[in-house]
């Protein structure tokens, strides 16, 4: 058998975040490593709890937790409580983990995992702003040679942004990081709003994850149906994409998604199309963006994940 892909996760949790987790943890295929968490859907301090409470839940208190950057590189932060609630985790009883953070700086952990692992032997899984991964790799651009690939989820092109009409949240929280990670020429895989609007939690596929049994695939609806909630209040008739999602079932099934050999920028300066990705089809890549997704197929792999899971 292949051994598990070991992973560092750099996250915000975040609804998507929590189910994005769920699925992770719940896949034998991966090897977490470490949860490093940023300011994004909410502050430092509530992502920081929501990535140990969702792990105390799922009964992986072993997996470490450092807290990163409490705000963007440059720009004035921005969070997102209206599609997250204000805890971050709408959904589920929020309760002060058991499990401490650890001491060591999310971005110092970064660099500590990459330097002594071989080279291209892990895998980045980024669904917030990009602010620690762009430190770490500032600090420390030896640690490129270790990382196999980065899968983003962030920007958009064809959908248009979330945040504004050109630009989507992750990438426009803090901008300037991600433009040093795209920059940095590392193989990265780019799940943008174009790929997660067509991945979306129905009532039907809801419903099919209700009928599994124990308290992982419980705990997913309960987040799904949240967002769901709080998707409708902000665009009536629509279901929630699955953003933070679309990463792991990247990694457990790529097969499921066409993608496009592309060189992607983002826009920093000032005006209205700030945090724009602008996208460059490229054979040379480095970059590959999401263009399709079977989305039934998607819910499948869910479905097996928290079959599997004890």
């Not at 994005?20 to 859907?41: F, K, Q």
């Not at 040679?145 to 899968?151: F, K, Q, S, T």
């Amino acid at each position: 058998m292949t051994s598990p892909r070991p992973l560092i996760i750099d996250c915000d949790p975040g609804i998507d975040d929590a189910v994005m987790l769920i699925m992770a943890l719940g896949s034998p295929s991966l090897d977490v490593r470490a949860i490093t968490t940023v300011a994004g859907n909410v502050p430092l301090r509530l992502t920081s709890r929501n990535a140990r409470l969702v792990c105390e839940r799922l009964g992986r208190p072993d997996i470490p937790v450092f807290a990163g950057c409490p705000r963007p590189l440059l720009r004035a932060p921005v969070t997102a409580e209206d599609f997250h609630g204000e805890s971050g985790i709408y959904g589920i009883e929020i309760t002060e983990p058991d499990v401490p953070l650890r001491p060591t700086h999310a971005v110092d952990e970064i660099i500590r995992q990459l330097k002594v692992m071989p080279d291209a032997s892990v895998t980045l899984v980024v669904t917030g702003p990009m602010t620690n991964i762009a430190c770490a790799l500032v600090m420390a651009p030896e640690i490129a040679r270790a990382i196999a690939e980065i899968i983003i989820m962030g920007g958009a092109d064809t959908e248009g942004g979330n945040i504004t009409p050109f630009a989507e949240f992750n990438v426009f929280a803090d901008p300037h990081a991600a433009a040093i990670v795209l920059d940095t020429g590392i193989p990265a895989t780019i799940l943008s709003l174009d790929a997660t609007h067509q991945v979306r939690a129905t009532e039907a596929r809801i419903a099919r994850l209700a009928a599994i049994p124990g308290e992982r695939a419980a705990m997913m609806v309960s987040l799904l149906n949240a967002a769901n909630n709080l998707e409708a209040r902000a665009r009536p008739g629509t279901k929630v994409p699955m953003h933070d999602p679309s990463t792991i079932a990247w990694l457990i099934a790529p097969e499921l998604f066409e993608t496009q050999p592309s060189r992607v920028s983002v826009n920093v300066k000032p005006g209205k199309e700030f945090g724009r990705t602008r996208v460059k089809p490229s054979k040379k890549g480095p970059h590959r963006w999401v263009t399709k997704v079977d989305a039934d197929a998607f819910f499948a792999r869910i479905e097996d994940i928290l079959k599997g899971s004890p």
